[in-house]
Nanobody, 124 residues
Framework: QVQLVESGGGLVQPGGSLRLSCAAS????????MGWDRHAPCKNRELVGG???????NYADSVKVRCTISRDNAKNKVYLQMDSLNPEDTEVYYC??????????????????WGQGTLVTVSS
């Protein structure tokens, strides 16, 4: 079983910055894609962006000039750096990842998991 745990959320003033972290642990053979999405009440869940195992990134148009996603493959961690935050960025941010886990002693099986989320509040 694979788990993701996010950290780094909290209260930040408008115009400020925040760095979220997400650590994957458990029965992991390899991780392909790691990413972030976000969700607020009465809003659709939105993909923020993600990063492949080779380091290729993609971002939602709404955040790509303000966000940077990076990862540490050796530590199975992904990071989301957010700058110039505004109140509309107040959401719960979820980490997600997919990859493969050792299975049954001789094979692998696919996993896709999400973390529990970390709340980011942008307010003065």
């Amino acid at each position: 079983q694979v788990q993701l745990v996010e950290s780094g959320g909290g209260l930040v003033q408008p115009g400020g910055s925040l760095r979220l972290s997400c650590a994957a642990s458990g029965n992991i053979f390899s991780i392909n894609f790691m990413g972030w999405d976000r969700h607020a009440p009465c809003k659709n869940r939105e993909l923020v962006g993600g990063i492949s195992s080779s380091g290729s990134t993609n971002y939602a148009d709404s955040v790509k000039v303000r966000c940077t996603i990076s990862r540490d493959n050796a530590k199975n961690k992904v990071y989301l750096q957010m700058d110039s935050l505004n109140p509309e960025d107040t959401e719960v941010y979820y980490c997600n990842a997919d990859g493969s886990s050792p299975y049954d002693g001789s094979g692998y099986r696919y996993f896709e998991v999400w973390g529990q989320g970390t709340l980011v509040t942008v307010s003065s």
